[in-house]
């Protein structure tokens, strides 16, 4: 929640679009940790073998 927040009606004081915004970017990264990630596997792999993997 925001400091300073107004809870709607309903008592939720949610941004929706701040949320989905942050989701988002933390997509964004995961998606290049985890490609980053796969290429250092696939350097090790074609490091152990001597040979490049597909």
Known sequence: M????????EGNAVDVDR????LAHNQIEYQ????RLAGKFKKLTEAITGRPSS
Do not use: D, N, S
Not at 2 to 9: F, M, T, V
Not at 19 to 22: F, P, Q, S, T, V
């Open 2 to 9: 925001l400091a300073g927040a107004q809870p709607r009606r």
């Open 19 to 22: 949320e989905m915004a942050k």
């Open 32 to 35: 290049f940790f985890v490609q």
